[in-house]
């Protein structure tokens, strides 16, 4: 549905160049939520603005629906961007008319008939479940009424693809989980596929099929989000997945360990989907020889299934404890031995998993 391929964009103003977007290529697939996250200044809102040609890439292409957008001018362009519906931030809304009018703006300006208006309004309005507002002023609604308005007119126009840009960075915790709710809806229900960037990585987590975290106007690790939660690559999107998942050691209990004499190892398990209902950590407590300490645990759900985290100290000896490493392995669990270094008291990933002798 949308192909961004290696494409780079400059902006330039007197001796000043910021390099906006290098060399990023994604592929947006009909039907899916794609997510895009990155800290401010990574390049997100200049990505997504290119989709609907508000901006120009100085290299590479952008295609949207099978149309190369550098090949289309005029009545074309047009008649592509009313595909597109777009969702904002601080909403855009015109706060001096009603929630009527300005979910029929983009209809009026098509020059659709009182009759058509009418009835694309009513329904639209029925779905973000708001019809009780039409006649009420912008100016009366909260800040997620708000945003419902804001959804309702970019689905007017009944779009192929959503555009959401940081949709719910000016909203609640409670209200924004309500909005990623209807954009789920949206998704399901209209068929929509909905192009979402966003910084905070709670969103990416609840409603997004695939991510490219971006960082510095590069793609610095992309895929399903399941995958990129459970085996995170590169050190900002590590950054991103513990604001959603703490998988932190407490710094109260590194004298704790310290001072245990007997032999141990720090290890963190991850459990993903089906393995979440296997007994792994129960059965670690009965071998012989092996204590086990679970020092914290976090569970979270996203894309329909459950990730579990947890950081088990296993004490005893060295062999009884690599036979341990080696059942959790076998299991289907991915683990990662962890190794703290007092000095500077950080805790360090050794890289471990199914087979891997760590």
Same mark, same amino acid.
């Given at each position: ?275 979440? !209902?296997?007994?792994?950590?129960? !059965? ?14 976090? @569970? ?10 947890? @950081?088990?100290?296993? @004490?005893?000896?060295?062999?009884? @404890? ?37």
């Amino acid at each position: 549905m949308i192909r961004i391929g290696h494409v780079s964009k400059t902006f330039r103003e007197k001796k000043t160049e910021v390099r906006a977007l290098q060399d990023v290529s994604i592929h947006v697939h009909k039907g899916e939520i794609y997510g895009i996250v990155g800290f401010s200044g990574a390049g997100k809102s200049t990505l997504i603005r290119l989709v609907n040609r508000l901006e120009t890439p100085d290299e590479g292409t952008v295609e949207v629906a099978g149309r190369q957008l550098d090949t289309l001018k005029g009545k074309e362009l047009s008649a592509l961007r009313r595909k597109i519906g777009m969702v904002f931030q601080q909403f855009n809304l015109l706060e001096g008319k009603t929630v009527y009018h300005n979910v029929a703006v983009p209809l009026i300006l098509e020059h659709r008939s009182a009759a058509e208006i009418e009835k694309r309004v009513a329904e639209v309005l029925e779905f973000v479940e708001l019809s009780e507002k039409r006649n009420a002023y912008v100016s009366q609604l909260s800040g997620g009424q708000k945003q419902r308005v804001g959804i309702a007119r970019a689905l007017a126009t009944s779009p192929e693809i959503l555009l959401c840009d940081e949709a719910t960075s000016a909203l609640d915790p409670q209200t924004t989980e309500s909005i990623l709710k209807l954009l789920k809806r949206v998704n399901e229900e209209m068929g929509i596929t909905i192009l979402l960037i966003t910084h905070q990585m709670q969103v990416i987590q609840l409603i997004c099929d695939r991510v490219a975290v971006m960082e510095q106007g590069r793609v610095a690790e992309e895929g399903a989000v399941l995958d990129v939660f459970g085996r995170p690559k590169e050190e900002v999107t590590k950054r991103f997945v513990r604001t959603v998942i703490n998988d932190q050691v407490p710094e109260s209990f590194y004298d704790t360990i310290r001072a245990e004499n007997r032999h141990y190892r720090l290890e963190q398990l991850k459990f993903i989907g089906d393995s979440v !209902n296997e007994p792994v950590i129960a !059965n670690l407590c009965r071998r012989k020889g092996l204590e086990v300490n679970i020092i914290g645990a976090n @569970i979270s759900q996203m894309q329909g299934s459950m990730m579990s985290v947890f @950081i088990l100290q296993l @004490i005893g000896e060295t062999e009884a @404890i690599g036979e341990a490493e080696q059942y959790i392995d076998a299991s289907g669990a991915l683990r990662q031995r962890l190794f703290i270094d007092w000095d500077s008291r950080t805790i360090t990933e050794i890289p471990a998993g199914k087979g891997a002798d760590a």
